[in-house]
């Protein structure tokens, strides 16, 4: 911006107050979400603890773009004051069943949900009742406290379903990394997707077993030690 627009000396308070008012602070996802992002969510059961479940976020990338009205900088654009510009989309995340997630959204109205770089500990929030003292779990690089709204529900082969959208609230990055791709890490996840589909009605089971010999396969020819340790709760945890 120029000096003339950085100026706020002759602006009255009331000016500054209005001005303020139109540009009230929001709170941004700590990283770029794009497709189905894999996290956990923590949220406060009427125990008194927190509950660590895996949750899919899902990123509406047709709200990409849009019109954004901006202040002209030159008397050449002061006619046109819209331009296409990058827009936060909007995240959701649906919910299964009736599991302690679900009843947790509609009791408190928020969750915490965390990025977290440790299969273990995907794992566990995964396919356990995994409870906890504090919302925040020691494997997560960053975490979101979001406020969450049903905007939607259904069933799909005998299973109730809740969708939600995610409005983030408060946010910390708490370590940052070079990014790595490890393939075992990705299969572990995938195994327990099909981990939990076990003995779920419109699932076949027997493919769901092909699916885990090969995502085993994969983690014991490309993943490290946390990755077959993983793997190795997967199988206990499950019917696998």
């Given at each position: 911006?120029?000096?003339?627009?950085?100026?706020?000396?002759?602006?009255?308070?009331?000016?500054?107050?209005?001005?303020?008012?139109?540009?009230?602070?929001?709170?941004?996802?700590?990283?770029?979400?794009?497709?189905?992002?894999?996290?956990?969510?923590?949220?406060?059961?009427?125990?008194?603890?927190?509950?660590?479940?895996?949750?899919?976020?899902?990123?509406?990338?047709?709200?990409?773009?849009?019109?954004?009205e901006t202040e002209p900088t030159t008397e050449a654009d002061?006619?046109?004051?819209?331009?296409?510009?990058?827009?936060?989309?909007?995240?959701?995340?649906?919910?299964?069943?009736?599991?302690?997630?679900?009843?947790?959204?509609?009791?408190?109205?928020?969750?915490?949900?965390?990025?977290?770089?440790?299969?273990?500990?995907?794992?566990?929030?995964?396919?356990?009742?995994?409870?906890?003292?504090?919302?925040?779990?020691?494997?997560?690089?960053?975490?979101?406290?979001?406020?969450?709204?049903?905007?939607?529900?259904?069933?799909?082969?005998?299973?109730?379903?809740?969708?939600?959208?995610?409005?983030?609230?408060?946010?910390?990055?708490?370590?940052?990394?070079?990014?790595?791709?490890?393939?075992?890490?990705?299969?572990?996840?995938?195994?327990?997707?099909?981990?939990?589909r076990l003995g779920v009605p419109g699932y076949d089971d027997?493919?769901?077993?092909?699916?885990?010999?090969?995502?085993?396969?994969?983690?014991?020819?490309?993943?490290?030690?946390?990755?077959?340790?993983?793997?190795?709760?997967?199988?206990?945890?499950?019917?696998?």
């Amino acid at each position: 911006m120029s000096g003339e627009r950085d100026g706020r000396d002759g602006a009255s308070e009331s000016e500054q107050e209005n001005e303020a008012d139109a540009n009230p602070e929001t709170t941004e996802w700590p990283v770029e979400l794009t497709g189905v992002t894999e996290s956990v969510v923590t949220t406060l059961g009427p125990n008194g603890l927190w509950n660590a479940a895996a949750l899919g976020l899902f990123a509406d990338e047709r709200e990409g773009t849009g019109e954004v009205e901006t202040e002209p900088t030159t008397e050449a654009d002061a006619g046109s004051r819209r331009h296409n510009a990058p827009r936060t989309p909007t995240i959701t995340a649906r919910t299964w069943g009736n599991t302690r997630t679900r009843r947790n959204f509609h009791r408190q109205g928020e969750g915490y949900v965390q990025f977290v770089d440790d299969p273990v500990a995907f794992t566990d929030a995964a396919l356990t009742i995994d409870e906890h003292e504090e919302p925040v779990l020691d494997a997560a690089a960053a975490w979101v406290r979001v406020e969450v709204d049903q905007f939607d529900s259904g069933t799909e082969n005998g299973t109730e379903w809740e969708a939600w959208t995610l409005e983030p609230v408060d946010s910390a990055i708490v370590r940052e990394t070079v990014p790595t791709i490890n393939r075992g890490f990705g299969a572990v996840i995938e195994a327990t997707v099909a981990a939990s589909r076990l003995g779920v009605p419109g699932y076949d089971d027997a493919d769901l077993r092909e699916r885990l010999a090969f995502f085993a396969d994969v983690v014991d020819r490309a993943g490290d030690s946390r990755d077959r340790q993983a793997l190795e709760s997967i199988r206990e945890y499950s019917e696998w």
